[in-house]
């Protein structure tokens, strides 16, 4: 049984369910086909209300995380939406709990996220979140595709 949810939770090109209500559905794919030891949850599965999202993850990432760049590509019903660049760690006077991590290390985190920001229509959208070790994006240690079914509109 342990071999068997190790596999469900860590091998590449399995989908990984995060949540589904009345108004979202929510899961994520690797996008590259190398296991990694990673999972992410999110409370509450609603659009409604405008929540602020509970999240927690568990990472051991492959290489040390002195540096980390995230870009997030955003589709919504197959046309680009956005693209947004930020920087996590610059190795100096960093405040995310990541920078710093060492290859073979487990982090595990927990951290809001405030997506009602902006009000989501109905439909749905691909966001692809990649992790670069490099400012010059050439040195990838993560990249998760995430699949978001908006079932009806919040207004």
């Known amino acids: 049984m342990f071999g068997l949810l190790f596999l469900i939770l ?7 369910f995060l949540c589904t209500s009345s108004d979202l559905e929510m899961s994520y794919t690797f996008c590259d086909s190398t296991p990694h030891a990673f999972t ?43 693209i947004w660049k930020e920087l996590l760690c610059s190795g100096a006077d960093d405040e995310y709990s ?4 060492l290859k073979g290390e487990t982090l595990v985190a927990a951290f809001d996220i405030k997506g009602s920001r902006i009000t989501f229509p109905k439909g749905n959208y691909s966001v692809v979140v990649q992790g670069f070790s490099d400012d010059s994006e050439n040195n990838m240690v993560i990249c998760l595709n995430f699949t978001m079914i908006v079932k009806q509109d919040a207004f």
């Open 10 to 16: 860590f091998a590449p090109g399995i989908s990984e």
């Open 40 to 82: 992410f949850h999110l409370t509450p599965c609603s659009m409604m209300n405008k929540p602020v999202w509970k999240a927690a993850l568990t990472w051991i990432p492959r290489s040390d995380i002195q540096f980390l760049k995230m870009v997030f590509h955003v589709w919504y019903d197959d046309a680009k939406a956005l």
């Open 98 to 101: 990541v920078c710093g991590t």
